[in-house]
């Protein structure tokens, strides 16, 4: 008995037809990437193209590194390293007088971003600093690292610019009271 799934005209089960959804709903970023990558050939978009083969190839390097398929935590901060490249790369060629080349690490910079989870806010930041700091009862900027980390593991999921975590957490721990 097979019936219509809904997903173009495949007669299939129900259950098979209900893993093929799923899987469709649950793809990783290396996946999405590739189907993006795809994507990108088609539509001869170059740059688009570019990126995706550096993000993979970043991905890939990894992967060789640790001997295994890496988890979704762990691509996610491969594409914030290249993101942070990317923005050191856009302030080096700004100061150097170089804006067409600046322009082109914007664009790439926004590609990259598309595939990253959506920011912490401000008061999300605030909120996980004062808690970090709660909690491991820090009273001076000595204590700063572990405020940071429980800051970070209290933000997983979302996109965290190091840089500005930590000197938030310089601040309010070196304001006193």
């Given at each position: ?10 007669q ?26 795809v ?54 060629f700004?100061?150097?007088n ?27 930041m ?5 808690k ?21 593991t209290?933000?997983?999921g979302k996109?965290v610019d ?8 310089r601040?309010r721990?070196s304001?006193?009271?």
């Amino acid at each position: 008995m097979t019936e219509q799934c809904g997903i173009g005209d495949c007669q299939a089960s129900p259950a098979l037809c209900y893993s093929r959804v799923h899987e469709e709903k649950a793809m990783s970023l290396a996946e999405k990437i590739q189907r993006d990558l795809v994507d990108a050939m088609r539509a001869k978009e170059e740059l688009r193209l570019s990126v995706l083969r550096g993000i993979k190839a970043a991905i890939k390097h990894r992967e060789v590194e640790k001997m295994r398929a890496l988890d979704e935590p762990e691509s996610i901060q491969i594409l914030q390293t290249l993101v942070k490249q990317r923005k050191e790369s856009i302030d080096h060629f700004t100061k150097g007088n170089r804006p067409e080349l600046a322009e082109k690490e914007t664009k790439e910079l926004a590609i990259i971003e598309s595939y990253l989870p959506a920011g912490a806010s401000d008061a999300e930041m605030d909120t996980a600093i004062a808690k970090a700091i709660s909690e491991s009862r820090a009273t001076s900027v000595k204590q700063m690292g572990a405020v940071v980390k429980a800051a970070k593991t209290a933000l997983e999921g979302k996109t965290v610019d190091g840089k500005a975590l930590s000197d938030r957490v310089r601040d309010r721990l070196s304001k006193p009271g």
